[in-house]
């Protein structure tokens, strides 16, 4: 029965029950016909050498009327209607059949996804080129709005921001898939404003013509692109109950996440504070979870020495580009003595963008054997394509905007499971909460969707749940680095 206090779960994507799965293992079975039909035409081949076997031959001079009926029905054995040979031909028929039902779906795919991207991309150019033209009546509209807001009462103005809050969360929760298409069109858009973000485009993407993905590249660009970091370790941080503790669930460690989250908030100066978990395990191997949040800064211009978490870096994640944050994560786990051991990473918001991007970095992946990852609140769509060693369950809450600026669905793939769970409202600043994924966690620990289910057996399997003690939690710094 399920629990009336979690949260639903929306939708379950990818994974080991997912579509993509399903393709490989119609392909599986069409590798299993081909190789049974082979089977059937080495034993086709293997009568026919019988027959020609000196010795047998001989011997028909012996017994001919016998020999012809053996002859006779090892023919139709091999060759006739219903022989090897025929059998044969039928399996590798349907093996064929099976592959192209295979690659038309897989085309479809490709063509949808296509098709939603030039559509996506021609909005943001129209609108791009319509903004110039239109900017002056929006600049009066705006003037008149501004003289009526100002002759209201404060109650009155508190009231009518609100309510714009409201109505476009509403919305924003009602139809994401709006607001989805909306950030897709960012690489038009700039197009039709006239910058040349084309020069940006590398070629890689669904359609010809610039992406959001593109766009995000270029804002990284304008930024300075500054990917230093500095790392101290914080000796003076004491861990929560909860990360001293070993995980039993998904929501145990979503719920350490928020208290690795709350560093900051307690002490500001500890803004970019990361907490790496070390977990022995009752076969005496080292594993460790490293807790990443999100971003702190949202300012539109990045200061040396300062937040490492900052709009640049959401810029440099979103656009494919490395990171001050990726790279101070990556030092820090280097100074932890993370090199050659078994990670999970789990993150939230920008935390999780940086651990999906470090998990498919081939160089971030020589140096650390990267077995899971778990994110909260992150566009990860972005990385198309995660190793076949690391398993990933991204959570996304309806009404969190976050989620959607990468403006794509997530890839589906095997070892990558998307859970779409619903403890949204109208206030969209609050909808991207940890304290709402924790819920969904737990909503995810306690469903039966076997894509889910197989996340969870594979965590427990590598020692990272339910398995071990807790011996150590560090904790670092991660700042902008220092011209």
């Known amino acids: 029965m399920t629990d009336p206090s979690l949260p639903p779960i929306e939708s379950v994507s990818g994974g080991s029950h997912g579509v ?11 590798d299993k016909y081909e190789s049974r039909a082979l089977d059937f035409l080495e034993m086709a081949g293997l009568g026919a050498k019988v ?32 022989g090897l040979t025929v059998r044969a031909l039928g399996i590798e028929a349907d093996a064929l059949g099976v592959r192209a039902v295979v690659a038309a779906f ?22 791009g080129v319509s903004l110039p033209v239109a900017l002056p009546a929006l600049l ?31 919305i924003l929760h009602d139809h994401p898939e709006l607001a989805q298409h909306l950030i897709n069109s960012g690489g038009g858009l700039l197009e039709g404003l006239g910058l040349p973000i084309g020069n940006l485009n590398p070629g890689d993407g669904p359609i010809d013509g610039a992406t959001t993905n593109d766009a995000a590249r270029l804002l990284a ?15 003076g941080v004491v861990p929560t109950d909860n990360l001293t503790a070993t995980p039993t ?10 208290d690795t989250n709350a560093i900051d908030t307690a002490e500001p100066d500890h803004h970019g504070a990361i907490q790496i978990q070390q977990i022995i395990g009752e076969d005496g191997e080292e594993r460790y979870i490293v807790y990443i949040p999100g971003t702190d800064d949202m300012g539109p211009i990045p200061e040396d020495g300062e937040h490492a978490r900052d709009m640049e870096t959401n810029y440099q994640l979103i656009g494919g580009l ?44 020589k140096e650390f054997n990267v077995k899971h990852v778990i994110t909260a609140g992150a566009p990860t769509a972005q990385v198309s394509d995660l190793p076949a060693q690391t398993h990933a369950i991204h959570f996304e809450n309806r009404g969190d905007a976050v989620p959607m600026l990468d403006g794509e669905d997530n890839p589906d793939q095997p070892n990558r499971t998307t859970v779409k769970f619903d403890q949204g409202s109208s206030d969209t600043a609050d909808n991207h909460d940890i304290d709402h994924y924790v819920s969904g966690a737990a909503a995810a620990d306690a469903s039966t969707n076997g894509s889910i289910q197989s996340q969870i057996t594979a965590m427990e399997n590598d020692g990272f749940l339910g398995n071990g003690s807790v ?7 991660i700042t902008r680095g220092r011209d």
Request: net charge negative.
């Open 20 to 30: 993509r799965a399903g393709y490989e293992q119609m392909l599986a079975l069409a």
């Open 51 to 82: 027959m020609a076997n000196g010795d047998l031959l001989e011997s028909a001079i012996l017994s001919p009327i016998s020999f012809a009926d053996a002859e006779m029905q090892l023919l139709d054995a091999t060759t006739g209607a219903n």
């Open 106 to 127: 897989q085309a479809s795919d490709s063509l949808s996804r296509q098709t939603m991207e030039a559509l996506d991309n021609a909005l943001g150019k129209v609108i």
């Open 140 to 170: 009066a509209a705006g003037g008149i709005g501004f003289v009526y807001y100002q002759t209201l009462s404060p109650g009155e103005q508190k009231k009518l921001l609100s309510d714009l809050q409201t109505n476009l969360g509403q």
């Open 221 to 235: 660009l304008l930024l300075g692109n500054s990917t230093e970091a500095d790392v101290d370790r914080l000796d």
């Open 249 to 258: 669930s998904l929501r145990d460690v979503m719920q350490s996440l928020n």
């Open 322 to 365: 490395d990171s001050a944050y990726g790279n101070g994560i990556t030092e820090a786990m280097r100074e932890a003595g993370l090199s050659g051991k078994d990670v999970m990473l789990v993150g939230h918001s920008q935390g999780g963008m940086v651990s999906t991007s470090l998990a498919a970095d081939p160089d971030f992946a």
């Open 471 to 477: 011996t150590s939690v560090d904790t670092f710094q």
